[in-house]
């Protein structure tokens, strides 16, 4: 494809591409995260300000009780580290994950 063919911002529909209410559900974007949510489940109560703080919904609460992270939607902000009141959630570097 030539230079002069690439389709650039002037080939979008106007208004752009509408997604349909909900649609992010559909796309994992937690892959970018430079640093991951750990639980200590031991200084854990379930008090539930990480949940109630966190803007990506990624804190797995079942019965209850907080049982863990979506690191599929988890973007590793830090906000629910940084509401905990007990200190059960520290931030580590992503890299220690690695495979």
């Known amino acids: ?12 529909p106007k208004g752009g591409k509408i997604l349909d209410a909900g649609s992010s559900v559909n796309y994992k974007t937690g892959g970018w995260r430079s640093e991951r949510p750990v639980l200590d489940q ?11 703080n966190c803007p990506d919904l990624s804190i797995v609460v ?12 988890c973007k590793g902000c830090g906000i629910c ?3 905990c009141p007990l200190d059960a959630i520290e931030m580590h570097d992503e890299r220690e994950f690695e495979r």
Do not use: H
């Not at 031991?42 to 109630?52: A, G, M, R």
């Open 1 to 12: 494809m030539r230079e002069s063919e690439k389709p650039d911002w002037r080939s979008l």
């Open 62 to 73: 079942e019965n209850g009780e907080m049982k863990g992270f979506n690191l599929d939607y």
């Open 42 to 52: 031991e200084k854990c109560t379930s008090c539930l300000q990480c949940w109630i």
């Open 81 to 83: 580290a940084s509401v």
